[in-house]
């Protein structure tokens, strides 16, 4: 019998923000590896169109509108998940904001806790909702937030950004813990310079790729499709023993 390590047939995979980006570039894998997926996103027409294309992998398919940041919607859309698929196995909190300020004195509470809202908020009741169906189903899961370099260098006039992403990485080393005696593990993908439609306007930028791109050592940026082995293996059983830690997909930019 051939040895199948990363079939991910009868597995269901939740992942916010998965109508574009990293999150369909996740997603996508996962379909393809025989996962069933949900995808959640605020856009209607992006979310039709990433799941007429998820679709053809011969998986179910669902796509919800749900605005992670409302914690009430937030519940109800996972309640609709596990009422439509069964279960959820692995729940890849993905959805994410932008954001950039003149300078830090200048940056408005309002800009804060938008950005706030979204990416920690809105990470923490996903994530929440999910804990509490794995544990009550008593058969593990896998727990996985995008996070960002930013969340360990420095992000000039990007602070509520960086800080988001590294109360990400806190909170999911803190889940790790706490849930490990429900074989439930947790996990961050840190990304970093990435095409994708929230990159839009800086990786075509010439003083940023005379800056940034000279500094991946692949020569290149990033593509959602470069997150799909990451993807793949976290809501895979060989991942089981493999929790707390963050995995850098960055094309060796930390590193040089």
Not at 152 to 157: A, K, N, S, V, Y
Request: glycine share 12%; charged share 20%; with cysteine.
């Amino acid at each position: 019998m051939a040895y199948k390590p990363f079939d991910l047939t009868g597995k269901v995979a939740l992942v916010t923000g998965g109508n574009s980006g990293i999150g369909l570039g996740m997603a996508d894998a996962m379909a393809q590896a025989g996962a069933d997926l949900v995808i959640w996103g605020t856009n209607e027409a992006k979310n039709a169109a990433a799941l007429d294309s998820l679709q053809q992998h011969g998986t179910r398919v669902i796509a919800l509108r749900c605005d992670v940041g409302d914690e009430k919607a937030v519940d109800e859309a996972f309640a609709q998940t596990v009422d439509r698929l069964g279960k959820v196995d692995s729940c890849f909190a993905n959805a994410g904001v932008g954001g950039m300020a003149p300078s830090v004195m200048q940056m408005s509470s309002e800009e804060w806790h938008r950005v706030l809202r979204v990416n920690l908020d809105g990470a923490f009741y996903t994530f929440r909702a999910a804990a509490r169906h794995m544990v009550e189903r008593g058969e593990g899961g896998s727990l996985v937030g995008t996070a960002s370099l930013a969340a360990i260098e420095g992000q000039p006039r990007g602070e509520h950004y960086a800080a988001t992403k590294g109360g990400l990485i806190s909170m999911i080393r803190a889940l790790a813990v706490e849930l490990a005696r429900h074989q439930i593990r947790a996990n961050s993908i840190l990304p970093g310079w990435i095409e994708t439609p929230m990159t839009a306007g800086w990786t075509d930028n010439p003083k940023v790729m005379d800056r940034v791109l000279t500094r991946v050592p692949q020569r290149r940026w990033g593509r959602p499709e470069d997150f799909a082995g990451a993807a793949v293996y976290l809501a895979s059983p060989m991942s089981r023993y493999h929790s707390g830690d963050e995995l850098i997909v960055d094309g060796g930019y930390r590193v040089f």
